[in-house]
């Protein structure tokens, strides 16, 4: 690892820390531009499928290029190795293994413009133009690009629910704005679409679509710098009478009057729930036309939030470091109006809501690793995210499992948002109704979807009865120990007993003679033939993995897990030889999500990340420290393909950014942190404006990965963990770093994780 720090804003955090008393109470001062660090093309390569445009956190809008689709690897709508651009849309996804969104294309145009699709071999014929990247430019709330077929530099900023663009006609004074209603992308398809002008410089509309979201309903105004000379409407390519029509696939192409290199600004609100709204977010967000200001109130909101984590580190780190933290605050988005409205699962609208309504909830993702950060980064967003999953279970009497755009998708395995409830309760967020919560999280683990009802019979799902039964128990079993501990501390006795015996389950899965969790048929039988390096993609036992993966989805119970093996040794001797396996997956339909892989250990998919951090419950804590620093060698970098998997919404980011601090949420709701390998030299994460907590890990470098000891505020610290409670309380943790393995600390059982 390079030692070479940066000190372009490392002096001045210098100069900040020099001074810093490490206490309870401690102000976030000198900020520092943070958004310099910032690659927003990293991850945009491979399998990353991060979104690449111009957004704010949190912010509904997400506004950037869209490629011609080419594939899986185009599920946010742009890829690094395309050198397309068909238009800009307001709303992507980050990360994800599916495509949908994208909605809301505008393109500026010279000269004539055509109705349908370019290709990626023909952009003459049709809409769209080639690109180069040397003339693209993407920054933290600011995207801009030259596109090469109309001469027009587009650039592209935003607010929470508002993009923002300007664009400069290089060339010509024949200018027009393409708005394509119908297109989307991956599974979206338009079902119903509605173009309206209101004024000279006015228009609004709707799209309604159906994909991964089944009943997505977008509302939209827009507003124009210039006036509209003319505007054309139609139904695919059919022309529609006026300045207004509604169809399947309506396009609208509004002409200018414009000199060259005269100006078109424009800005899009957008609304769950009608026109009006949208119109009001602009309003409310960028009532004037300084498109500067609005990218230097972006770039301010993302240094903000940015700097709640302050670090010092190699410049390589420092680059992958804050461009993982931006992609943590993507998602979840806003979902609801500068007025409060939105618009619930039921459909209905919902006015003037006390708290900010979140979707594009990637829970089977998420609550493993960004969750658990948010209740360190995010705390002031916590109460807000559950009272969201609370008014989804009230409209549709259950609670999310991955929630898009309004809509419940069903979405990958277990019920996750049960434990980033848990989670919040028992860290003290409990500015919501308790009482519904625990309702909420009790009723969705009592439905009968996927092999639930077996598990409510205290039984093991067969394998020739549900496809990835092992998965799913597994998934289940996490969720069921949450709800153990939040019946336990509202004393629900009855309930606490029942769902503890239903997290125990697991054990039903796994077999002593192969030491692999399998699945099993109704007749008791293990399934045959088996092989644990053999995948097929969701038509097996597993969920995007394969026996040799999934076997340590224990994270709730480690300790439980190494005695179905026997004693330490045999799990020791197992887990050291998940990382020396070879690194082939059998199968003829392998997932794509096995990606990442040391041996058999898959960094690229969710469900493996803890188990580098299970060499500390078997007291070799070291053998953690080396596996981090090679997982941060290998698959984080600050190339376009810098992930080695789906981005997953913030996920991939989240493990790094608490791996490079030095720690990692094995368990997703006790509030232990697993202690690692920092790759920073330093930390202050700021929890409040009040509270601080630092790490400082002396000597720490390429060689001296491993902690030889640790001191809390100033007196030894054995434990391989650290708290919540720590962290909220603020305090100074020092890590003294070795290039040999430690003999004694974390060795001892009673320093162990808990």
Request: proline share 4%.
């Amino acid at each position: 690892m390079n030692k070479k720090l940066i000190f372009t804003g490392v002096l001045i955090f210098n100069l900040f820390c020099g001074n810093v008393v490490f206490s309870q109470k401690k102000k976030i001062e000198n900020a520092v531009n943070y958004t310099q660090y910032v690659d927003p093309i990293i991850g945009s390569a491979g399998h990353g499928h991060v979104f690449v445009g111009a957004n704010v956190p949190f912010g509904a809008v997400q506004l950037g290029p869209v490629n011609i689709f080419e594939g899986w690897d185009w599920c946010s709508g742009y890829n690094y190795a395309s050198n397309t651009i068909l238009g800009f849309t307001h709303t992507h996804l980050s990360g994800t293994g599916i495509g949908d969104l994208n909605d809301i294309l505008v393109l500026p145009v010279s000269g004539k413009v055509g109705l349908t699709k370019g290709t990626k071999e023909d952009m003459v014929n049709g809409y769209g133009s080639y690109f180069s990247h040397k003339n693209e430019v993407v920054k933290p709330g600011y995207y801009s690009v030259l596109l090469d077929k109309y001469k027009v530099k587009a650039e592209l900023t935003a607010s929470e629910r508002v993009g923002f663009h300007k664009y400069t006609f290089e060339n010509t004074n024949d200018s027009h704005i393409l708005i394509d209603l119908a297109d989307g992308i991956g599974w979206d398809r338009p079902v119903k679409t509605f173009i309206k002008k209101i004024s000279e410089t006015k228009i609004e509309g709707y799209r309604y679509s159906a994909g991964w979201a089944t009943d997505q309903r977008i509302y939209f105004a827009m507003e124009f710098s210039e006036p509209i000379t003319n505007m054309a409407v139609y139904d695919s390519t059919a022309v529609v009478k006026g300045t207004e029509g509604e169809g399947l696939k309506i396009k609208a192409v509004l002409d200018f009057k414009t000199l060259k290199n005269k100006q078109i600004l424009v800005k899009v609100g957008i609304s769950p729930v009608s026109t009006e709204n949208a119109l009001t977010n602009i309003k409310a967000e960028i009532p004037d036309w300084n498109f500067e200001a609005v990218v230097k109130l972006a770039d301010s909101k993302w240094n903000k939030e940015l700097n709640k984590v302050q670090i010092q580190a190699n410049e390589k780190t420092m680059k992958v470091f804050y461009t993982a933290l931006y992609h943590t605050m993507f998602a979840p988005s806003i979902f609801n109006d500068a007025n409060g409205d939105y618009r619930g699962t039921d459909k209905k609208v919902y006015e003037k809501a006390n708290f900010t309504n979140y979707t594009t909830f990637s829970l089977w993702d998420t609550y493993r690793g960004l969750h658990p950060l948010y209740t360190i980064t995010q705390p002031e967003k916590i109460n807000d995210i559950v009272k969201s999953f609370l008014a989804i279970y009230q409209q549709q009497g259950r609670l999310p499992v991955w929630h898009l755009m309004g809509n419940e998708t069903n979405t990958m395995n277990g019920n996750h948002s049960i434990a980033v409830i848990v989670d919040a309760y028992l860290k003290g967020y409990r500015d919501y109704d308790t009482e519904l919560a625990y309702e909420a999280i009790k009723k969705t683990a009592m439905q009968t979807r996927d092999g639930m009802d077996y598990v409510q019979k205290l039984q093991y799902i067969p394998a020739d009865k549900h496809l990835e039964s092992v998965g799913n128990a597994l998934e289940y079993a996490i969720d069921d120990y949450c709800i153990a501990l939040m019946a336990k501390s509202l004393n629900k006795t009855d309930d606490y007993n029942y769902f503890t015996k239903r997290a125990n389950l697991y054990k039903l899965y796994f077999d002593k003679e192969t030491t692999f969790m399998r699945g099993k048929l109704t007749n008791g039988n293990w399934r045959t033939p088996f092989n644990p390096l053999s995948s097929a993609h969701r038509k097996d036992d597993y969920v995007e993995g394969n026996a040799w993966q999934y076997t340590w989805l224990v994270p709730q119970d480690p300790y439980g897990l190494i005695e179905l093996f026997g004693n330490e040794e045999k799990f020791i001797a197992k887990l050291d030889s998940l990382f020396l396996l070879t690194d082939k997956v059998e199968g003829e339909d392998v997932s794509p999500d096995i990606s990442g892989l040391i041996g058999q250990y898959a960094h690229g998919n969710e469900p493996n990340h803890h188990i580098p951090y299970l060499h500390a419950y078997v007291g070799q804590p070291w053998k953690t420290a080396k596996l981090i620093r090679e997982i941060d060698e290998k698959f984080y970098s600050t190339k376009p393909d810098g992930l080695c998997g789906n981005e997953d919404l913030g996920q991939m980011s989240a493990w790094y950014i608490l791996s490079s601090m030095g720690f990692y949420s094995v368990n997703p709701a006790n509030g232990i942190y697993v202690m690692g390998s920092p790759l920073v030299n330093s930390v202050v994460i700021h929890h409040t404006k009040e509270v601080s907590f630092t790490i400082n890990a002396v000597n720490n470098s390429a060689s001296n990965i491993y902690i030889q000891k640790i001191e809390f505020n100033g007196k030894p610290y054995t434990k391989s963990y650290i708290t919540q409670e720590m962290i909220i309380k603020g305090g100074e943790l020092k890590l003294y770093m070795g290039s040999k393995p430690s003999t004694t600390w974390g060795v001892k059982k009673e320093d162990r994780p808990k």
